[in-house]
């Protein structure tokens, strides 16, 4: 088997470290995802699960204990190349979409592509393929506010997805939708991330959405559990 495309292991983080009130949120965390596995991560709020997601990210560093993403060992490399490597290989989802407001739905997808290098029309026409898969194509010309919140979302993984990273990460992707929004709105996602076959964790507290994933886990007393 290939390296797994995302390796925690022993991820120990605390806040006020050093100091009386310090809090311990991960402690001592191990997961493996595998390219193509779409891994459920479910806790309640305060248990620590956008500490881990940030961390499996790039966007925050553990205490302790090691982040291998594609076989490479992040923990080893310089602030410079740990961007490039969040920029390259890694998509966020969060509960709010977070979008540029004065750009349209087909710019916010555009833009950080630029901003990675891609040329102007191959970035142009693979936002406009994206957003046809999640079917939102004849809203790109469309700012945000024009959007409804579920095409906002989607736009938002269109954003995530837009370098062709290995690995998503989402926190609560649907959390700001009602249920039937919800429920068309993660199965656009899930639709997404099959097709492209790159590794996902995704954090919910919706158990029926959890049920649909490839695997569930939870994060429990600082450490990840099989559910």
Do not use: W
Request: charged share 20%.
């Amino acid at each position: 088997m290939s390296d797994p495309v995302l390796y925690l292991s022993g991820i120990t983080k605390a806040y006020n470290q050093g100091k009386p009130n310090a809090v311990t949120v991960l402690k001592g965390v191990d997961l493996t995802v595998q390219a193509g596995e779409v891994v459920a991560l479910v806790a309640p709020s305060g248990a620590g699960k956008s500490t881990l997601l940030h961390i499996a990210g790039l966007l925050d560093t553990p205490d302790a204990g090691t982040v291998t993403i594609g076989g490479q060992d992040m923990t080893r490399l310089n602030d410079r190349k740990r961007t490039a490597m969040r920029r390259e290989e890694v998509g966020f989802i969060y509960q709010f979409h977070h979008l540029l407001p004065e750009f349209s739905a087909l710019e916010n997808i555009v833009v950080p592509q630029l901003a990675n290098g891609t040329p102007e029309r191959e970035a142009v026409a693979r936002a406009r393929d994206l957003l046809g898969r999640v079917g939102v194509a004849e809203r790109a010309d469309h700012r945000p506010a024009a959007l409804s919140g579920g095409e906002q979302q989607r736009v938002a993984f269109c954003r995530a997805l837009a370098n062709a990273p290995r690995l998503l990460l989402a926190d609560e992707p649907t959390g700001n939708l009602d249920p039937a929004t919800s429920d068309r709105v993660f199965g656009a996602l899930m639709d997404l991330v099959r097709g492209t076959g790159l590794a996902a964790v995704i954090a919910t507290h919706n158990l029926d959405l959890a049920a649909r994933m490839d695997r569930i886990v939870r994060l429990s007393a600082g450490q990840v559990v099989p559910a």
